[in-house]
């Protein structure tokens, strides 16, 4: 780079700068750019898709903008890997391509912990740990869709809370069903109302 730079320019672009070695950061004006929108996303998939011919649903490109997570490019391979795999892109297939837990299935665990209602939550987090899901990939579903989640504010932050607790436990090694457990039971404990004295 010091070699030919009065000639050349050298343009890297990654998802995290701090996994590139100190001696190429120094010598580089870094840019930092925001994630993209889901509208942004959605209108540039639509372009691929009509200029590819894809036969895709509308679950399809929610699914490939869901697991993209603000990243163009991780949309764009998403799409083509659900399209190589399976030749129509639907929200089951980019799934399965992605291997995450699927959206609806936590939000049907979010919703039995807002009523309070454990022992249907548990069998939700249950059905994810038999899939073979990642206590890592459960937790990071759970908190992207907490947020979206139509619930009060106070209990959201609540929840959020929550997750992240977990989440740094699961981060330092106790990432059993127990651990997953009791973050369903503590979910369905603040959303509960308070014991009457």
Not at 68 to 78: S, V
Not at 83 to 93: M, V
Not at 144 to 165: D, N
Request: charged share 20%; glycine share 8%.
């Amino acid at each position: 780079m010091e070699i030919y730079s009065k000639t050349t320019r050298f343009a890297l672009a990654c998802n995290a700068s701090d996994r590139i070695i100190e001696p190429i950061q120094s010598r580089c004006a870094v840019l930092r750019y925001s994630k993209l929108s889901d509208g942004q996303i959605l209108a540039r998939l639509q372009e691929v898709v009509q200029q590819e011919g894809l036969s895709v649903t509308d679950d399809g490109l929610e699914a490939v903008i869901f697991t993209a997570q603000g990243d163009m490019r991780q949309a764009l391979n998403n799409l083509q890997s659900t399209h190589s795999g399976f030749g129509f892109i639907n929200s089951e297939n980019v799934f399965k391509v992605c291997d995450e837990p699927h959206p609806l299935l936590v939000k049907g665990m979010l919703g039995n912990c807002v009523q309070g209602q454990v022992d249907e939550a548990y069998r939700v987090m249950e059905q994810l740990w038999r899939l073979g899901y990642s206590p890592e990939d459960i937790i990071g579903n759970v908190f992207r869709v907490c947020k979206t989640y139509s619930m009060p504010e106070y209990l959201k932050l609540e929840f959020i809370k929550e997750i992240g607790y977990t989440h740094v436990r699961v981060a330092e090694g106790v990432n059993s069903l127990l651990q997953m457990a009791g973050l369903v039971a503590r979910l369905c404990s603040k959303a509960a109302p308070p014991a009457a004295s």
